[in-house]
């Protein structure tokens, strides 16, 4: 049982762009909504995270938009640059539980 | 910047033998995890601590599998009669608080080959 789910799987983005990477979940019990970054042979940085009480959350090139209604939350990557290549994971936690998603590998060609 | 470390970072073995890994946290956090993540996939819980005390297990964590941590500070992850299908990336991470909703911050992993 999945309980939260990440779209696309892999996603390739010009230098510049935008890149958007959804993800849904199921149990509304979790509170609270990280995201994560991983380069190969690394362990996941959390990136930058959000509460179920906020609609958006934004730092610097990172902006988070939450929707608890629908049960769904998006990492918004503006201005997407070559070092922004990695693997990024959305994550759901009740108390101390992280729950990630599948992964989404970013790739931003020049 | 000391943040958790783990060692080995990869490790070898062959099916049936017992393997050890270490985990130490950022210096102060009273928690401590440990997740295991196979390629293509995202980190799955197995276990958690608050201070010594060992207070969450995950089903993936079979009987095979025991984790320690002594004195609340370092910990060790035991697999027993390695199999196969042990095969995979176990990550450790570390927080300071109590709320569930502080930052966990992750070790740099110990790859695992079980041939």
């Known amino acids: 049982q999945q309980q939260v789910k990440q779209s696309p799987q892999s996603l390739i983005v010009q230098k510049g762009g935008i890149s958007i990477i959804n993800c849904a979940y199921e149990?509304?019990?979790?509170?609270?909504f990280p995201w994560y970054q991983q380069f190969p042979g690394k362990g996941p940085a959390l990136l930058i995270a959000?509460?179920?009480?906020?609609s958006e959350k934004k730092e610097g090139r990172f902006t988070i938009s939450f929707n608890k209604s629908a049960k769904q939350f998006s990492l918004h990557i503006m201005d997407s640059q070559p070092g922004d290549s990695a693997t990024y994971f959305c994550?759901?936690?009740?108390?101390?539980?992280?729950?990630f998603g599948k992964g989404t590998k970013l790739s931003v060609i020049p | 910047d000391t943040g958790v470390s783990q060692n080995p970072r990869h490790k070898i073995t062959k099916r049936g033998q017992n393997v050890t890994f270490r985990c130490d946290p950022i210096?102060?956090?009273?928690?401590l995890y440990w997740y295991r993540q196979t390629l293509g996939q995202g980190p799955e819980f197995l276990t958690y601590?608050?201070?010594?005390?060992?207070?969450?297990k995950s089903r993936l964590l079979s009987d095979r599998f025991s984790a320690e941590r002594p004195k609340g500070s370092f910990s060790t992850l035991e697999i027993q009669r390695t199999e196969q299908g042990d095969s995979a990336m176990y990550l450790c991470?570390?927080?300071?608080?109590?709320?569930?909703?502080?930052?966990?911050?992750f070790g740099p992993g110990t790859r695992l080959l079980v041939l």
């Open positions: 601590f608050q201070n010594e005390a060992q207070l969450e």
């Open positions: 994550a759901a936690s009740k108390s101390y539980q992280l729950t």
């Open positions: 210096s102060e956090h009273n928690r």
């Open positions: 149990n509304t019990a979790f509170d609270y």
């Open positions: 959000i509460r179920p009480d906020v």
């Open positions: 991470a570390s927080s300071l608080g109590g709320s569930g909703q502080e930052t966990q911050y």
